[in-house]
C-alpha cells in the first residue's frame, strides 16, 4: 500500500529558484525497513533536484523490481514514474528517452536487478551511452525474497544466513567503465555530504551516467560478516577525491587550493569542482579508472567518489541524429508522406 | 522434345519451378521473369522456397500464372528450370505428367532421372556462358539471365517487356542494362534456333492486373508505418521479420530526414535482444511516441512477460509478428501460422492480446497504420499476424492508398488544459464508461496527472494496492474494455456462396487465395460453402453468427494444433464437432489442391476421421 505524506508543511520552508520546496520533491511514505540505506539515497536524490531547481514534472522516474525499484514511490510525487519489469529498466528509458529527449531520465534499480537479471540491459544501456542517470542502490542482497546473496555479493560475505559466499563478487562500476560508459560513480548511501553533488554532476553529465551506490540492508545484510553494512562501508570507504557542484547559474566563489583542484564544466554550463587526494589518480583517463579500481577491490577498500567522466560524450540523441523537437510532439503534418509520394511508390511496384 | 503422355496444353495458366543454388544472385533473375508477366497483364504469384543458409544449398522459386487471378498455391510443377544438379533428382519427380523440365545440358543428364511422360528440354547454359564471358562471376550471374531469355521465347513472352524492365531496374547503373539484354538475347535466340518455340504452355499479353502492385508484406508493413507515424523503432534481427525495419529504414531515410538540418524525426534502435526491443517500444509509447517493433514466434516467446505488463499497466504497444515454422528455430525459413495462440494469450496472468490479420500487402500497409490507431486509442498491445508467405514474397495486391484528410487518432490523452479543468485525475477511472481510461504524458503538467505506472495492482488512481476487490475491479473493467476492443478491430469479411448452403469455411491471413480457389472447385463439384474471412482477435460477433448458421464450419489454417480452432471454441463454447480443421504444417504455403482434398474428406457422409483424431487412434489413445 501507499501512504501519503501529510501536507501540512511548515510555512518557512526554503525554496528554490523555481519557488518549489523540498516537499514538492518528496513522494509516499517509504515502506521500506526502518534505517534502509535506499531511503537516504531516495533524500539524495530529492536534495540534488531541489537545489538544481529542477521541474519535478520534467522528470521520468523509471525502475525494475526488487526494494530499490519500489523506491520512486518515495521521492519525486509529481514526476511520472515506471516501475517496468525485473532487469528490464534500461530499455523502458531508453524507449522513453527516445520518445522526448527534453526530459531529464532518473533509472533507479538494484544489485539484483542490475547485476543479475539485468546485467544484459545495464551493459547495452550504457553501451549506447543514453542520456540518463542510472543509481543502482546496491545492498549485495535480495531484499524482497528475504536475504540472498546477490551477484554484488563479495566473496566471503557473510550475510544474516550466516553462510560465505562462496562467489566473486560483480562490480558494476568495473563492467560500466569496460562497456563504454561516460560517466561513473561510486557513494555510500550514508554519505549525502558526496552523494548529492555526484547525483548534480550526473544529473549535468549528457550520457549515460552510473552512480553504484553502497546501501546497506538493514534486515539481512548488516551483519559483523557483511562487507555491505553500514559499518564495513564506514571503515572502507576511500573516496578519490571530494566533488563540488556549482549549478550554471551560480558564480563561484570559493577558493580552492589551485594545485589539488580542478575546475570542469559540463555540457549544461555548470562546473564540478573536483578535489583530489591522490595526484596518481585522473578521472578523465579510463585506465586510471580501471586501475583504481582493481587497487581497491586488492587491497579490500571501497573507493567511492567520481571515478570517471568523459567530457566530449556523445549521447545516443547525437549518434541517432534525432530532431532536436522531441518525436512525440511531431504530428501527421511532420510524419506522414502523404497520398501523392505514396502514388509514386505503387507506380514504381508496376 | 518427345513424351509419351500428351503435353499439357496451357496458355496464361501454370506453375513454373526454379531451382537453383542459393548466392548465386538467381534471385533477381527469377524475379525479372516474375515481374515481366505481370508487366504482360497477367496475375502472378512468385514464391521464394530457400533454405536457413547464405550460400550453397538448394532454394526454389516458384511462380504461378494465372489469367484467373488465382493467387494462392496451387500444388504441382508444370515447368521445372533446372540448374542445380544437388536437387535435380526430386526436381525431376515433381515435374507433373505432360510437364518440362529445362535444365542445363552442358554435363549430359543422368539417364536413370530420365521419365517418359515429360519433356526434357536441355540448354548447355555453362556452356554458352564460358564461352562468352571471362569473368567467373559474370559467368554465374549471367547464366540466370541467359535463361531467362530462354523461357521468353519458349513461353511467348514479350521481349520487349523484359528489355524495357531491365533498362528501369538498373536506373542509375546504366552500364549493366545493355550486357544484360545482350544476355537475355542470347537465351532468347539459343532457344528459338534450338526448339519448336513456343511450347505448349505459353503466356499471351492479357489486361488481367488492372492498377494492381507487386510488393512483399514487409515492405508494405515498414511503409504502412512511416505513414502511420511511427517514431520509434526498436528490433532484434530475426528471420524472417528483418525486412520489416529495413523497409521501415529505408523509407524514413527517403522520407523522415529534414533536408535542411539533417535531422531525423524517428528513431531506430537495434536492440541487444527481443525483451529490450519490445521494452523500449513500451518506454516511448509510454511517453508518447509511436512506437513498434517487428519479430517472429521465438521473438513472441522473449516478449511475453513485458506483454503481460503492457496489458496490465495498459501501454499502447505495437507489434508485427511475421511468422515461420517453429517451435524452437524450427524451420526458419519457411511459413506457418503457428503463433496465433502463444500471442492471443500472451503472457502470465489472465491476458488477451488483440491479434490482426492481413492478407495481401495492401492490407499489410493498412492495418500497420492503423494498428497505432488502435494501440493508442485502446491502450493495449495490437499484434498484427503475418507470415513469411506474405511478409518475404512479392504478392500481387491492390494499390496502397492513403486518405490526406486522415488524422491519427491519439486516443484518450489529456493536455495541460483539460488537467488544469479537472479536480483529480484518475488513470485507471473508467470516466466514459467504455472501460477506456484517460492517460497523460510525463512532463505534461507542473502539478497534476503524474501517475505511477507499475505491473503491480493498484486502485483507480494508479495508487498501489494489494486489496483483492480493488485487483478485480480492474480486470473485470479490462473484460470490458475486450467488448468495447470489439468495435474497434476490423471486421470479417464474407464470401457467400452462389447457393444456400449449411457449410461454412473460415480462414485467415495467408490461407485467404488457396481458399478461395478451393472453394470454386468445389462449388463446381456442387459443394457449395460460405467463406467467412477473419480478420482480427477478438472475434466480432458475426463470427459467432456465421458458426452458428452453419451446420457445419471448416477452419484452414496453416499449424498443426488448429490454433484458431481452439481460439474459436475458447471464446464462443462451440463444440469441437462442429468446427473441423483443414491443415498444412510442412512449412510451405497451403495449396488450393490441398484444402479442397481435406474438406471433401470432411464433408457430411463421409467417413474420414479428421486428423488429429486419426492421429489419436494411431497411437492407441482414446477416439
Known amino acids: 500500500m501507499s501512504y501519503q505524506i501529510p501536507k501540512f508543511r511548515h510555512p518557512e520552508l526554503p525554496k528554490n529558484q523555481l519557488g518549489y520546496t523540498k516537499a514538492d520533491y518528496e513522494g509516499s511514505i517509504s515502506t521500506l525497513c526502518a534505517g534502509c540505506g535506499h531511503d537516504s539515497i531516495s533524500g539524495a536524490i530529492i536534495k540534488a533536484v531541489h537545489e538544481l531547481s529542477i521541474e519535478p514534472h520534467k522528470i521520468a522516474k523509471l525502475s525494475g523490481i526488487g526494494c530499490s525499484s519500489k523506491s520512486p514511490t518515495y521521492f519525486l510525487g509529481k514526476s511520472h514514474g515506471f516501475n517496468s519489469v525485473h532487469g528490464r529498466m534500461p530499455s523502458v528509458v531508453t524507449g522513453a528517452a527516445m520518445a522526448n529527449r527534453d526530459l531529464l531520465y532518473l533509472g533507479v534499480s538494484g544489485d539484483g536487478d542490475t547485476a543479475s537479471i539485468g546485467l544484459g540491459q545495464y551493459g547495452h544501456v550504457a553501451r549506447r551511452n543514453l542520456n540518463m542517470v542510472y543509481i543502482v542502490m546496491n545492498n549485495g542482497c535480495y531484499g524482497l525474497t528475504k536475504g540472498q546473496d546477490s551477484a554484488t555479493a563479495d566473496e566471503g560475505s557473510v550475510s544474516k544466513k550466516g553462510e560465505a559466499n562462496p562467489f566473486s563478487a560483480i562490480d558494476l562500476p568495473a563492467i560500466a567503465l569496460q562497456i563504454g560508459a561516460t560517466f561513473v560513480a561510486r557513494s555510500f548511501s550514508g554519505d549525502k555530504e558526496q552523494l548529492v553533488p555526484l547525483i548534480k554532476a550526473a544529473i549535468s553529465h549528457r550520457g549515460f551516467a552510473l552512480i553504484d551506490v553502497v546501501s546497506p540492508c538493514v534486515t539481512f545484510n548488516n551483519t559483523p560478516g557483511s562487507t555491505k553494512s553500514y559499518d564495513y562501508t564506514r571503515e572502507h570507504m576511500e573516496a578519490t577525491g571530494t566533488v563540488d557542484f556549482v549549478p550554471m547559474h551560480e558564480e563561484i566563489t570559493t577558493k580552492y587550493d589551485p594545485g589539488k583542484t580542478r575546475d570542469v564544466t559540463m555540457h549544461d554550463g555548470s562546473v564540478i569542482r573536483l578535489k583530489k587526494v591522490d595526484d596518481s589518480f585522473d578521472p578523465f583517463d579510463r585506465l586510471s579508472a580501471i586501475t583504481a579500481l582493481e587497487k581497491s577491490r586488492e587491497s579490500g577498500q571501497i573507493l567511492t567518489g567520481l571515478l570517471y567522466m568523459d567530457k566530449h560524450s556523445r549521447d545516443l540523441h547525437e549518434a541517432l541524429q534525432t530532431s532536436r523537437t522531441p518525436l512525440n510532439q511531431m504530428s501527421e503534418h511532420e510524419l506522414c508522406p502523404g497520398s501523392k509520394v505514396l502514388e509514386q511508390i505503387n507506380q514504381s511496384l508496376r | ?623
Not at chain 2, 513456343?198 to 488492372?210: K, L, Q
Not at chain 2, 507542473?446 to 505491473?455: E, I, L, M, V
Request: charged letters at 25%; proline letters at 5%.
Open chain 2, 1 to 623: 522434345m518427345n513424351a509419351s503422355v500428351a503435353p499439357i496444353s496451357a496458355v496464361n495458366d501454370f506453375v513454373i519451378k526454379f531451382a537453383n543454388v542459393n548466392g548465386t544472385g538467381s534471385a533477381s533473375a527469377n524475379n525479372l521473369f516474375a515481374k515481366a508477366l505481370f508487366r504482360m497483364g497477367l496475375p502472378v504469384s512468385p514464391k521464394n522456397i530457400f533454405p536457413s543458409n547464405i550460400q550453397g544449398l538448394p532454394t526454389w522459386y516458384e511462380v504461378r500464372v494465372s489469367e484467373k487471378g488465382y493467387l494462392g498455391r496451387r500444388g504441382g510443377v508444370d515447368i521445372m528450370l533446372s540448374v542445380n544438379p544437388q536437387s535435380m533428382a526430386d526436381d525431376i519427380r515433381e515435374v507433373e505428367p505432360g510437364g518440362y523440365f529445362i535444365y542445363d545440358n552442358t554435363k549430359a543428364l543422368d539417364l536413370r532421372l530420365h521419365r517418359a511422360d515429360i519433356t526434357f528440354i536441355g540448354i548447355p547454359l555453362t556452356a554458352i556462358c564460358n564461352e562468352q564471358y571471362k569473368d567467373p562471376r559474370q559467368r554465374q550471374l549471367f547464366k540466370n539471365v541467359i535463361y531467362v531469355g530462354a523461357l521468353a521465347a519458349l513461353l511467348d513472352m514479350d521481349f520487349k517487356v523484359l528489355s524495357g524492365l531491365v533498362s528501369d531496374q538498373f536506373k542509375g547503373k546504366e552500364k549493366l542494362i545493355l550486357p544484360n539484354i545482350a544476355a537475355l538475347e542470347l537465351g532468347h535466340q539459343y532457344a528459338k534456333e534450338h526448339f519448336n518455340c513456343p511450347i505448349s504452355i505459353r503466356v499471351e499479353t492479357r489486361d488481367a492486373v488492372g492498377d494492381s502492385i507487386l510488393l512483399d508484406g514487409n515492405t508494405a508493413l515498414g511503409l504502412g508505418a512511416v505513414y502511420g507515424g511511427a517514431t520509434v523503432a526498436a528490433w532484434y534481427p530475426i528471420t524472417p521479420s528483418t525486412s520489416v525495419v529495413d523497409a521501415f529504414d529505408k523509407y524514413a531515410k527517403r522520407m523522415r530526414i529534414n533536408a535542411g538540418t539533417g535531422e531525423h524525426n524517428y528513431a531506430i534502435v537495434q536492440a541487444e535482444d527481443e525483451l529490450a526491443a519490445i521494452g523500449m517500444v513500451i518506454g516511448a509509447s509510454w511517453n508518447g511516441a509511436r512506437a513498434f517493433t517487428a519479430t517472429s514466434g521465438p521473438g513472441i516467446s522473449l516478449m511475453s512477460e513485458f506483454l503481460g505488463l503492457a496489458y496490465f499497466a495498459e501501454i499502447p504497444t505495437v507489434l508485427i509478428d511475421v511468422q515461420r515454422a517453429g517451435p524452437s528455430t524450427g524451420m526458419p525459413t519457411r511459413t506457418q501460422q503457428s503463433d496465433v495462440l502463444s500471442a492471443a494469450y500472451a503472457s502470465h496472468g489472465d491476458t488477451k492480446q488483440v491479434l490482426l490479420f492481413p492478407s495481401s500487402p495492401a492490407e499489410c500497409f493498412e492495418f500497420a497504420a492503423d494498428c497505432f490507431d488502435l494501440a493508442e486509442r485502446l491502450q493495449t498491445p495490437i499484434i498484427l499476424m503475418t507470415d513469411l508467405d506474405l511478409g518475404m514474397n512479392d504478392n500481387m495486391s491492390p494499390p496502397l492508398k492513403w486518405d490526406d484528410n486522415r488524422a491519427y487518432d491519439r486516443g484518450k490523452v489529456l493536455s495541460e488544459e483539460d488537467l488544469d479543468a479537472m479536480e483529480r485525475f484518475g488513470r485507471y477511472l473508467d470516466v466514459d464508461g467504455d472501460a477506456i481510461c484517460y492517460r497523460t504524458y510525463p512532463g505534461t503538467h507542473p502539478t497534476k496527472g503524474a501517475f505511477f505506472t507499475r505491473g503491480t495492482s493498484r486502485d483507480e488512481y494508479a495508487i498501489y494496492t494489494e486489496k483483492g476487490e480493488e485487483y478485480e475491479k480492474n480486470m473485470l473493467r479490462l473484460m470490458r474494455k475486450w467488448e468495447t476492443i470489439k468495435e474497434y478491430v476490423p471486421e470479417p469479411i464474407l464470401v457467400p456462396a452462389s447457393q444456400p448452403t449449411d457449410l461454412g469455411v473460415i480462414f485467415y491471413g495467408t490461407s485467404e487465395s488457396s481458399t478461395l480457389e478451393a472453394l470454386d472447385y468445389l462449388a463446381d463439384e456442387g459443394v457449395n460453402i460460405d467463406g467467412m474471412r477473419v480478420r482480427s482477435f477478438p472475434f466480432n460477433d458475426d463470427v459467432e453468427a456465421f458458426i452458428e448458421q452453419h451446420d457445419r464450419v471448416f477452419v484452414v489454417e496453416q499449424n498443426r494444433d488448429a490454433q484458431l480452432r481452439t481460439l474459436l471454441m475458447a471464446e464462443f463454447e462451440f463444440g469441437p464437432d462442429k468446427l473441423k480443421s483443414v491443415l498444412c504444417f510442412d512449412g510451405t504455403p497451403i495449396s488450393a489442391r490441398n484444402i479442397r482434398k481435406q474438406i471433401k474428406q470432411q464433408l457430411p457422409g463421409s467417413n474420414v476421421t479428421p486428423f488429429q483424431r486419426r492421429f489419436r487412434r494411431a497411437q492407441g489413445g482414446a477416439a
